[in-house]
């Protein structure tokens, strides 16, 4: 199957910059009306301006329950919603911070519950709708440095599963996207080697090319993501001698 995305509507929340704003300029040329949230109006207002298609902003704090029942209430009837709002420090357990720690939760991991369940009733209602979440690779397993983002991505890993399963004999189609190190702004704050670090538009592409298919997750790049998928069968002992940190 080939999704075709003309004139379908889709609400990209986090679309302001990074992957998000790829995204949406590759869904408004392929024919997407788009609805844009994040928290900031004016980027968001600059970015519609510039796409090839129908866009509209609808500001949205996802930490805050209010605001995203208000912009819920604006952004209306959708076709499909795509997650991608996120917030990152790199944070070993030696250097904890727990404002930082809740910060990445509630916007990678509740503010995804927050949108989804402000989302769904309208998909169950028609029985018709597309979730897509936006997890890491870095979900799969613990790793060094990753207090508060790594476990945040794996609740949203955890949740996109649940509702793939939950939602199965619906008509509401979930999928999970799992990408490795992109250049943004996130990933400029990180000190270490980013091995096979994309450029966000080449993310989006590979997004949008699995988003326009039946398969639930995407893993990306492939061969990079192979370390971390199959990290989860190694012995503790084993995986603890290769990726615990080295000071």
């Known amino acids: ?7 379908k509507r889709y609400w990209l929340v986090g679309a302001s910059d990074g992957l998000g704003k790829a995204l949406a300029q590759r869904m408004s040329a392929e024919g997407a009306e788009l609805v844009l949230s994040a928290r900031s109006k004016d980027v968001l207002v600059e970015l519609a301006d510039s796409l090839p298609g129908p866009a509209r902003t609808v500001p949205m704090d996802v930490t805050d329950a209010g605001s995203v029942a208000q912009a819920m209430a604006e952004v209306g009837k959708i076709d499909g919603l795509v997650y991608l709002a996120a917030t990152y420090w790199p944070m070993a357990a030696t250097d904890w911070d727990t404002d930082r720690a809740l910060t990445m939760t509630d ?26 979440l936006t997890s890491s690779l870095s979900a799969y ?10 476990p945040s991505k794996a609740a949203v890993m955890s949740l996109a599963e649940s509702l793939y399963l939950d939602l199965a004999r619906t008509g509401i189609a979930v999928q999970l996207m799992n990408p490795g190190f992109i250049r943004t702004r996130l990933t ?9 670090r994309m450029e966000p538009e080449d993310a989006a592409a590979r997004m949008l090319r699995h988003m326009g298919r039946k398969r639930f997750s995407a893993n990306f790049p492939s061969g990079f993501s192979l370390v971390f998928r199959l990290s989860r069968f190694l012995p503790d002992g084993l995986y603890k001698r290769l990726f615990a940190a080295k000071t």
Do not use: E
């Not at 990678?108 to 979730?131: C, K, S």
């Not at 400029?188 to 096979?196: A, R």
């Open 107 to 132: 916007t990678n991991y509740t503010g995804a519950l927050r949108v989804v369940g402000a989302v769904l009733p309208q998909f169950l209602d028609r029985d018709d709708g597309h979730i897509v």
């Open 1 to 7: 199957m080939t999704r075709d995305w003309t004139g």
């Open 188 to 196: 400029d704050k990180n000190q270490f080697h980013m091995p096979f």
């Open 141 to 150: 397993r613990g790793l060094p440095g990753a207090i508060g983002y790594g």
